[in-house]
Structure formats: structure tokens, C-alpha cells
């Protein structure tokens, strides 16, 4: 099927096949007939398959000749982020005709030139909750004229606490629109929304509930808390890692984190919530670039953002949520291209991994860097035993690391110790392959950096 069988219009097609945009992607061959059939819609789609495209076209089509007065916009998508708006701004930009007016209202920058532009009109309206309903008591828009809407990664918006402004957004809507909520997963608060606020709408899932892209290939490092920050130095030198995209929990974690790269001679850049706009566009635009090898970000940063050749995405921090994973490590592997996703773990951290390696169906593989052992072996995950596994069940010894196990060592359930060579032959200082249940450990021996004793 190519994008001529949609029945978009010919000026659309001209721009798509300007960015090489030849076959549409299954979410944008279900949603896109719907949309111009005017149905609403609620659609299930993971971040790179082609969403922002599978509403923006069918809305661009039907806006074509039409134009918005003074203070008003026909069509308004909502997004959690300053980053999602930049990024849909920038997909609509390349495929609308110059006729067409957008504009993005965000915090964390001046409102003048969006008052300017609002006081014109804008027939595409990109927007975060608190920025449009600031503008909005002030009179600045208006939405008489407003024909559609759009809740882009809706579930994220309930995430964060937008409910009661959302709601406050839709009652201030005509109740003659079509709207088209688009989510990561149907979950009970989205079937919820959707209930009270969409009309008889299309259903369309096109991947499964927060799945993982086949792409991307995941592992962990298991090491000690303390210890992280100097194994991703390690790690990010010895690989000659670029394009690497690290989430850490916190802002604090974040700032702390960007200091000891920066100190250890590697380029790299920080965003989060309170760094303001003009600072986070910087990094991003640097990191785009490949100025900067490393970004460093909070969960502000898990969706919305499209950055083109992502090579890794680091859990420098495992997420709170295990849906989180799903959406933080959807930065790599996207477009069919190959992706790592890798996790720095601590013990403490394991009901984290535990409930990532339910969400995922398996267990992460297990890896060890020689030096940076952690003193508590994280277990495999077990979905009959689950919850009777504890970090403390595979205590390794000490010098497990550095020397073979001894013949008189049993393992324990869920370990397969394997017994030291005999004789004088030597274990190579350079690899050394220990099987923990049914997962290959690959502990391998480096030179330690030189900061690692400060």
C-alpha cells in the first residue's frame, strides 16, 4: 500500500515524497481513512511508528483552503512536554503547505510571540495544558472556530497530573469536533477519558500493550549503587559509546552525574524540568549534532523525542514504573534500525528489574565488568517464584571476581557455579564467562580508569 491509496491530497503526497516518506506504517494505514471519514478515534501505537504523521496528514488534508480568524485555531493538539511539541511542530513543518499557519505554546519561554501569533490566527494550535490555559484566561485564543483535537501520548498526561487540566481544556471546547486521543496503552484512565469524551470512536492497537521493539537488545550490568557513576565512565570510554542517552531518576542525580562525565573529560549535556527551555533546546540541538556524546535526562525526556542514529539508552537509574522502561528505551531501535538498551543495577533496585523482567516475559541477560562486581548478585527472574526472590539469595563471595570458585562451594538454587580448572593452568586475565542459572555473565577484565580510587 503506498500513501496514494489514503486518498490524501496531491500537495500532501508531493511533500512525502519529498522526505522519502513512500509506505505508510501500519498505524498511519488504519487511523488515516478513519480520520477522513470524521470518526474519532482512540489508537494504541508505541513511539516510532509514524503516529505523529497518522494524525497530522488526514488534518492537514481537511484544513487545506481553510483559515482561522483572529484569536482562533481549527485544530489543537494537546502534548505533555515541551519536547513532544517541538517534535510534532517539527514533523507538521515538513508535510504542511505554506498556507497553513502553526504555532507551539510552551512554558519556560517568552509568551509575546505567541500572543503575536495568536492574535492573527493559527489554524494548527500546539500546545501544553498550562501554557494554553494561561493563555486562554487571558483571552488570548479562543476556540469557536476549533474542528479538531488531538491527545497526543494521553496516558503520559494523566501521568503527570494534567486530569484537571484537560478536563478544564475539553469543556471550554465545541462539542462538535473530532477528537483523536492517541496512547501508548489502553489503560483503565484512558478507557475512562475516551468513555466520557469521544464519540463512538475507531479502535485501533497495532503493536502489543507495552512491548518492547524487536530491534533493540537489552542487558545489565550489575555493580554496587556507589559504583555506577565510575562503570558508565568506564563503559562509555572502553566502548567509545556516542549518541548515548542516560536516564537518571532525579534532577539532583542528573546534575551530579553530568559533573563527573564532564570532569573526566567527557562532552555531555543535561535537561530535566528545571532547566528552562532555551538550555534544553541547546542540548538537545547539540546532542542532535554530535557535539555532545552523551545527554543525560529525567523522564522529561522518555517520549516525544526522535533523535535520529540513537545508538544506547543507559538506565543510569531503573525506572519507578516498569512501563517506563518500555518508553524510555523506545529512543533507540526505532525505524527498523538496530538499538542497545543497558541498565546499571544495584541490589536494591532488583523490584524494579523484577517487575521490568514480568513486563518484558524474560529475564534480562547479566553482565559483569571485572573491578566493578557488585556484593550482591542480582537473581533471575522467575514468574512462578517471583516473589520469593531476594538480592540476598545470590550473595557471590567477595573474591568471587578474582579468583575461580572452590570444588567445595555448592550453588545455590537458581546458581550453577562452575568448578575451578585443576592444575596450573591459569584462568586468561583478560575474560572470564560465569553461568548464573540459565544466563551467560560475561565478566571482562580492564584496565581500571585512572579517577577510580578518588
Known sequence: MSFANLGLNDTLLSALQE???DTP???????IPAILQGRDLLAAAQTGTGKTAAFALPILHQLDNRQASAGQTLALILVPTRELASQ?????????????????????????PQLEALATGVEILIATP???????????????QLSYLVLDEADRMLDLGFS?????????????RQTLLFSATFSDAIRELAKKRLNSPAEISVNPANSAAKTVKHWLYSTDKKRKAELLTELIQTERWRQTLVFTKTKKGADALGQILYETGINCAVIH????????????????????WVLIATDVASRGLDIHQLQQVVNFDLPGQAEDYIHRIGRTGRAGKQGQAVSLVSADEFPQLQAIEQLLGKNIERREIAGFEADHRLPLFDKQNASKQSPTDNKPSKNTAKKPASNKTKAKPGQQTKKAAKGKNKESASTKNTTIGTEQTKTTKRPRPSFSKR
Do not use: M, W
Not at 484537571?164 to 462538535?176: S, W
Not at 524540568?273 to 555532545?292: H, I, M, P, T, Y
Open 19 to 21: 522526505q522519502s516518506f
Open 25 to 31: 506504517t501500519p498505524i498511519q494505514q488504519h487511523a
Open 88 to 112: 510534532v511542530a517539527s514533523n507538521i513543518q515538513h508535510l504542511k503547505p505554506e498556507t497553513l499557519r502553526c504555532e507551539i505554546l510552551i512554558g519556560g519561554v517568552p509568551r509575546e
Open 130 to 144: 498550562g501554557r494554553l490555559l494561561d493563555l486562554y484566561d487571558q483571552k488570548a485564543v479562543s476556540f469557536n
Open 273 to 292: 524540568s528545571d532547566r528552562n527551555q532555551q538550555a534544553r533546546e541547546k542540548a538537545l540541538n547539540s546532542f542532535q549534532a554530535g557535539r555532545v
Open 164 to 176: 484537571p487540566e484537560i478536563n478544564r481544556i475539553l469543556n471550554a471546547l465545541p462539542e462538535q
